[in-house]
């Protein structure tokens, strides 16, 4: 950290030296290019924007960089990034691609995102896996199982982020279709593991969600009990090949029935089941062929920009609760009454809900007597 770096102006008056945010002293796109100096090889938030919108895969890997950071020094360059790159965004198809760990989703990705650039798209691939910042698996898995799409001029694949709570790989993942959408891509695909949180939140950042089924892995498994089901707008029993195939043929029209009984996911459209093969191929270019026909639905009967629109305004509602709770938690007043309470609700001298009381009060007033000191 720079002697030159300050203390934020919202930072609690008492903040010590572990308050742990700084605004750097260079934050206008032109500061930050003079301090861009720095660091070998770093770009300023105005030739990032530049490089994005010249279709540079190497800026682009930049820019997402910037905006998944943790750092709240570069939060703010990164605001301006997407401010700048916002109006160059919307354009693409966002295509959200669910189902369990194993199910073939990379596998399915790499041969539907070749079949696509065969069609003349431009495909940016994004992963949304909260269990990637543990294990990492998910990250080589991608490396390997998308080969021939990840040398493809006009295909990008961005791996998981390597950080962040759920939420924050969230807030990062939208921002992140954005600067693929200004970078012309017009398919971007959202792999997301089944885990149900990342399930809902990868459905409400995309415009079409497809789950991946398997033959023989069992309802309870795959989520179809969980409601997984009743988010998809298509489901397509994967590895429909060899021995496998026709039983895969046969889920699918269990699973066609039961999608009858299913309020559809997007209005208008009947959730369609299909099968398909990543390996060999087959059906793979009818389940693209169906999600053309979804996008072409919903944008005639206003739904797509319907869904658009709630999805903005869930994302300022999700930003507002973050923020705030990021700024109440970084309060030094409630830092330390936090331990005590901690301790009293272990040992059961309080009740929970009298220690969040007692938290949000003390959080109020140091948040009015600095409110008060300026
Ligand atoms: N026979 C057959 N095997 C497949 C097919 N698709 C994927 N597989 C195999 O299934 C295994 C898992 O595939 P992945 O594509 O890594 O699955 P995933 O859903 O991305 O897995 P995670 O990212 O770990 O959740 C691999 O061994 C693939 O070779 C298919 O269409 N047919
Ligand atoms: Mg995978």
């Not at 010249?54 to 820019?63: G, H, K, M, Q, V």
């Not at 905006?67 to 020094?73: H, K, L, T, W």
């Not at 559809?264 to 089941?273: E, F, S």
């Not at 979804?294 to 319907?306: I, L």
Request: charged content about 25%.
């Amino acid at each position: 950290m720079s002697s030159k770096d300050r203390l934020p102006e919202w930072a609690p008056a008492d903040a010590g030296p572990e308050f742990a945010v700084r605004i750097r002293a260079a934050t206008t796109a032109a500061g930050a290019m003079r301090a861009g100096g720095r660091r070998a090889g770093r770009h300023s938030v105005a030739e990032l924007a530049e490089g994005v919108r010249e279709r540079d895969p190497t800026r682009l890997a930049r820019a997402i960089t910037l905006v998944e950071s943790n750092a709240p020094r570069h939060q703010e360059e990164a605001r301006e990034l997407v401010r700048l790159l916002a109006p160059h965004a919307g354009a693409a198809l966002r295509i959200g691609i669910t189902g369990i760990p194993g199910v073939g989703k990379s596998t399915f990705i790499e041969a539907f995102g070749n079949l696509l650039c065969d069609r003349g798209h431009r495909v940016a691939v994004l992963a949304v896996d909260p269990s990637s910042t543990l294990t990492r698996g998910s990250i080589l898995g991608d490396k390997t199982r998308m080969e021939k799409l990840s040398r493809r001029p006009e295909a990008f694949i961005r791996p998981s982020p390597s950080g962040g709570s759920l939420g924050g790989v969230g807030r990062k993942s939208r921002e992140t279709i954005l600067l693929c959408e200004a970078a012309g891509f017009d398919r971007v695909l959202v792999e997301t593991v089944g885990v149900g949180q990342a399930e809902t939140l990868v459905r409400s950042m995309v415009d079409c969600f497809l789950l991946l089924l398997i033959t023989g892995a069992g309802d309870e498994l795959q989520g179809v009990k969980r409601g997984i089901m009743e988010l998809a707008d298509i489901l397509a029993v994967t590895k429909a090949d060899g021995a496998n195939r026709e039983a895969a043929r046969r889920t699918c029209r269990e699973t066609a029935a039961v999608l009858r009984y299913l309020q559809p996911a997007t209005p208008g459209w009947k959730t369609t089941a299909l099968t398909c093969s990543a390996l060999t191929g087959e059906g793979v270019g009818e389940v693209a062929d169906c999600i053309e026909r979804f996008s072409e639905a919903v944008r005639a009967s206003g739904q797509f920009e319907r869904r658009r629109s709630e999805q903005n305004l869930d994302w300022l509602r999700r930003l507002v609760r973050e923020a705030l709770e990021e700024r109440f938690f970084s309060r030094g007043a409630v830092a330390s009454e936090w331990k005590t309470l901690e301790t009293a609700v272990l040992s059961g001298e309080l009740p929970v809900a009298e220690a969040a009381l007692r938290l949000l009060e003390a959080g109020e007033a140091q948040s009015t007597s600095t409110t008060t000191r300026r």
